[in-house]
């Protein structure tokens, strides 16, 4: 396994945080990972099916979803190069992956056992323990980020979704223009709202002088009117 191909998507993952390129590399290999290609459209991991170990994206995009009983999904995240999946099942008793993984792209993702991460390294490697602090500040920020889509599950209005999903983009960036992280099908999802409204209401907000778009670029020209879309 060439792990060297891939340290440079490696050292920018959470699970590596704070680790020199040489201490990954010995790291993974200590590890033993499995490194899987998955073709566009088809399942990374199935909510239900038993847990094979956390996963990080090497290559491509997928997303990770649930299902309601009605069959409805609901968006959780956008999985690109270097993001970390499956983390909180690892210091749980559940055995099954908790929401289903789709690529959207081929991609390939690194597999890695829960007992290697959360186990006595038989190596003693000095840098084990640094890995466990990541994985615990993993779990913790997945946490808060649940938290962030109950929120926005609460908020009734499709404009007052869109008006506060887009300030959080304006305080991330620090700028009044930007890139919207995913596509307006994923986007839909992930405000849990149908794809139509989302665009017809994107285009009344921009009748009205709020804001500007032009596919993935957005721009707020009204900062106030937005907060006051988001209360």
Request: glycine fraction near 4%; hydrophobic fraction near 40%.
């Given at each position: 396994?060439?792990?060297?191909?891939?340290?440079?998507?490696?050292?920018?993952?959470?699970?590596?945080?704070?680790l020199?390129?040489?201490?990954?590399?010995?790291?993974?290999?200590?590890?033993?990972?499995r490194?899987?290609?998955?073709?566009?459209?088809?399942?990374?991991?199935?909510?239900?099916?038993?847990?094979?170990?956390?996963?990080?994206?090497?290559?491509?995009?997928?997303?990770?979803?649930?299902?309601?009983?009605?069959g409805?999904?609901?968006?959780?995240?956008?999985?690109?190069?270097?993001?970390?999946?499956?983390?909180?099942?690892?210091?749980?008793?559940?055995?099954?992956?908790?929401?289903?993984?789709?690529?959207?792209?081929?991609?390939?993702?690194?597999?890695?056992s829960?007992?290697?991460?959360?186990?006595e390294?038989?190596?003693?490697?000095?840098?084990?323990?640094?890995?466990?602090?990541?994985?615990?500040?993993?779990?913790?920020?997945?946490?808060?980020?649940?938290?962030?889509?109950?929120?926005?599950?609460?908020?009734?209005?499709?404009?007052?979704?869109?008006?506060?999903?887009?300030?959080?983009?304006?305080?991330?960036?620090?700028?009044?223009?930007?890139?919207?992280?995913?596509?307006?099908?994923?986007?839909?999802?992930?405000?849990?709202?149908?794809?139509?409204?989302?665009?017809?209401e994107?285009?009344?907000?921009?009748?009205?002088?709020?804001?500007?778009?032009?596919?993935?670029?957005?721009?707020?020209?009204?900062?106030?009117?937005?907060?006051?879309?988001?209360?």
């Open positions: 396994m060439d792990i060297e191909k891939y340290v440079d998507v490696l050292s920018a993952a959470e699970l590596f945080e704070g020199a390129d040489d201490e990954i590399v010995n790291m993974v290999k200590c590890l033993e990972p490194i899987y290609e998955y073709e566009k459209n088809n399942y990374v991991a199935i909510a239900g099916e038993e847990f094979k170990g956390i996963g990080i994206m090497l290559d491509g995009e997928a997303i990770a979803y649930k299902e309601n009983f009605a409805t999904r609901v968006m959780m995240t956008l999985l690109t190069p270097g993001d970390v999946f499956g983390e909180i099942v690892a210091f749980s008793t559940h055995t099954k992956w908790p929401v289903t993984v789709e690529a959207q792209k081929t991609c390939k993702v690194l597999f890695i829960r007992e290697r991460i959360v186990g390294c038989r190596q003693l490697c000095p840098w084990h323990r640094k890995l466990i602090e990541n994985m615990l500040m993993i779990v913790s920020e997945r946490a808060l980020a649940l938290s962030r889509k109950v929120e926005y599950l609460s908020i009734k209005s499709i404009r007052g979704k869109i008006s506060t999903f887009l300030l959080e983009q304006y305080k991330k960036t620090g700028k009044t223009m930007f890139m919207l992280p995913m596509n307006r099908n994923e986007l839909a999802d992930f405000l849990n709202v149908s794809r139509p409204s989302l665009s017809r994107m285009c009344n907000m921009r009748d009205e002088g709020t804001i500007d778009f032009h596919r993935a670029s957005v721009r707020i020209n009204d900062i106030q009117a937005l907060k006051r879309m988001a209360e």
